[in-house]
């Protein structure tokens, strides 16, 4: 049983459908006799993926126990199990201007959601702005998890209230 700690939500549940992302191979579905998809499929590493008003690609993740503002390293902030830093470039795909908040995001070992942390994005030297029609921002999302997590996969949401969409990490 997981408990929150200090300010950090982890929250055991299941991981959102990807019905959005359902594959069906058409070979798979006649030799078996059934009509029906397949397990659902997340996008992956170096993949575009969409989500309300963003288009999405995530580089890479790295870990670190210990995060610090590059310009001062002395503010630092030290995760309660390591830091989780997904890199990615967000792109404004609607007409108007947008902006990105890293907190709608999580991250998903497959039983427990990881919501990102806020304090640590911004210790990265990462701002909230306003992403104009057709821009792109690079960027990370930060998150404190259980060392040894074995990760499964990052939920990228546009919104609050969007369903995201999944990239298998």
């Known amino acids: 049983m ?3 700690h200090h300010r950090r939500r982890w929250i055991r549940q299941d991981p959102p459908q990807l019905g959005a992302l359902t594959v069906q191979s058409e070979t798979e579905a006649s ?16 993949e575009e993926v969409r989500d309300g008003d ?3 690609v995530v580089h890479g993740v790295r870990t670190t126990d210990v995060i610090a503002d590059a310009e001062f390293p002395e503010l630092n902030k030290t995760a309660e199990g ?8 967000v792109t404004n795909v609607s007409a108007e201007g947008q902006t990105f908040f890293a907190s709608f995001n999580t991250l998903s070992d497959g039983t427990t959601v990881f919501e990102a942390d806020d304090e640590a994005w911004l210790y990265l030297g990462n701002m909230v702005a306003e992403v104009a029609p057709g821009a792109s921002i690079e960027t990370e999302v ?5 060392k040894g ?7 990228l949401r ?3 209230l969007s369903d995201g969409v999944a990239v298998a990490l």
């Open 54 to 56: 963003f288009a999405f």
């Open 2 to 4: 997981l408990h929150e």
């Open 158 to 160: 546009g919104g609050p």
């Open 142 to 146: 930060v998150f404190d998890v259980p």
């Open 82 to 89: 390591e830091y989780v830093i997904v890199d990615l470039t």
């Open 31 to 46: 030799e078996i006799g059934e009509e029906g998809p397949t397990e659902p499929q997340a996008a992956g590493t170096g």
């Open 149 to 155: 997590t074995d990760l499964e996969s990052i939920w």
